[in-house]
């Protein structure tokens, strides 16, 4: 059972089990189309009715349950309760962002590293910081139910997911700017560690746990194998759509004064989490896919298959063009 699965990892993972020949039940709300038509057990719900979500689930037998989309205790208190006495494995998608609320300082953040004292919320940061508290809340919870209840839980917490499909549209945000053969803008002093991870390195570590019984209750950052800056990666990404790159670094309050939102620079952000993936490397034989293979794989894909709308970060083009000018002519 897939709880998601519609619309980027969960897709990739999808397709995986069909190509596998794994019988597929999908739980969602039927919004995001998919082409699985009926390869698929379709189950229509919103998971946060929880009463009917126990009801339709109780008594069901699944080999694995993968949770792609639960975000807060209660989501995973009931599939506990829902699944206890009836699942082999359940896998549990976490994120990075879980050691970006604590007073952790070491990079790349390790498991271990986990369990430091919670920093209170940055001005301004709410959302961030909430969605890596209710995180850490679902794993805790994960983590006390196979501790006092045995009940047989993954988790892999990820950083940024890259790949096609990606409806974040964080990587593409960069290629159109690439593409349009104008100057990028990153805020001054933000060169970050890239260390994010492929959609299908992902999907192969989900499939490496499900008959996994010495896996149950272990937890696993999933990441790159290679480890690049920002302005590396740009060039790398430059080479493979066949542009020049040219870069400039300009002071965030000069962005702000020019209505220009720290956004156009996705990766640069105070919540890009950079993991230490060896545990995952050594104990389920996790292999990356090499940075240069996925991103020319992903780059393919937005550049001659992707036909949706434009990321908002995108909107304001003509005013980074236009600052970047007069950055240009005050350096020289």
């Known amino acids: 059972m897939v709880i998601g699965g519609t619309r980027f990892l969960g897709y990739h993972l999808v ?28 189950v229509v719900g919103d998971r946060k009715n929880y009463e009917k979500f126990f009801d339709s689930f109780r008594r069901k037998q699944f080999d694995v349950v993968v949770d792609l989309i639960g975000c807060d205790r209660d989501d995973v208190e009931v599939a506990v309760k829902t699944f206890k006495n009836n699942i082999g494995q359940y896998i549990f998608i976490s994120t990075g962002q879980v050691y970006l609320v604590t007073k952790n300082k070491h990079l790349p953040a390790a498991e271990k590293d986990y369990y430091q004292d919670i920093i209170e919320c940055p001005p301004g940061e709410e959302a961030a910081y909430s969605y890596g508290i209710r995180k850490r809340q679902c794993e805790d919870f994960l983590e006390e139910a196979f501790k006092f209840q045995h009940f047989p839980s993954v988790r892999f917490r990820c950083p940024i997911i890259h790949g096609e499909r990606d409806y ?19 805020p001054e002093s933000s060169d970050p560690i890239i260390r994010h991870v492929y959609v299908n390195d992902v999907v192969n570590a989900i499939f490496a746990v499900f008959q996994a019984e010495q896996t149950r209750g272990k937890v696993y950052n999933l990441a790159d194998g290679e480890v690049l800056v920002l302005s590396e990666f740009l060039q790398l990404a430059s080479r493979f759509v066949g542009k020049p790159l040219s870069v400039y670094e300009i002071p965030a309050p000069i962005l702000k004064q020019n209505d220009i939102s720290l ?70």
């Open 263 to 332: 956004e156009i620079s996705p990766f640069s952000g105070k919540w890009v989490s950079y993991l230490d993936p060896s545990l995952a490397q050594e104990e389920i034989n996790f292999k990356p896919t090499p940075i240069n293979h996925w991103l020319r794989e992903t780059i393919h894909w937005f550049v001659y298959e992707y036909d949706g709308p434009k990321p908002e970060n995108y909107n304001n083009r003509e005013k980074e063009i236009a600052l970047a000018e007069w950055w240009r002519k005050k350096k020289t």
């Open 15 to 42: 397709q995986r089990l069909l190509n596998e020949g794994i019988k597929v039940v999908l739980f969602n709300r039927g919004i995001s189309p998919d082409n699985f038509g009926d390869k698929v057990e379709r």
């Open 168 to 186: 974040t549209l964080r990587l593409y945000s960069y290629l159109l700017r690439l593409l349009d053969g104008n100057p990028l803008i990153i």
